[in-house]
């Protein structure tokens, strides 16, 4: 059995970081957004979208996994099977790359605020 250790680092070096940043939740971002004044406000949103971003990319690429897996089936409407799994991947490929712009907007408003 092979097991790649690059997702478990990374999956560490991640929670390493998300547990040193007091991320907002859902519920609390639209307030945050909105009520956002000092650098390390705008620090707390970005760091929320950075963790977006992650899990985005990891289900972009379970989708992929999921579109490979049904290459070879002997039955079943395989292409369009993996086209649904091929048209997810790239939507949540799509939200990773909106959610990183966000973040670095926020790290920017965050190194602009004198607060």
């Known amino acids: 059995m092979r097991i790649a250790l690059a997702p478990i680092f990374a999956g560490i070096a991640f929670l390493t970081l998300t547990a040193c940043t007091s991320v907002p939740s859902v519920s609390e971002i639209p307030a945050s957004i909105a009520n956002a004044t000092t650098a390390a406000e705008h620090q707390r949103i970005a760091a929320y979208f950075a963790e977006k971003a992650a899990s985005y990319d990891a289900e972009a690429a379970w989708h992929e996994k999921m579109a490979l897996s049904y290459a070879g089936r002997p039955k079943g409407d395989l292409a369009a099977m993996m086209a ?6 790239e939507q949540f490929t799509n939200a990773a790359r909106d959610a990183r712009t966000l973040e670095q907007a926020h790290r920017q408003l965050a190194g602009s605020t004198t607060k």
């Not at 649904?84 to 991947?89: A, E, G, P, T, V």
């Open 84 to 89: 649904h799994c091929r048209s997810l991947k």
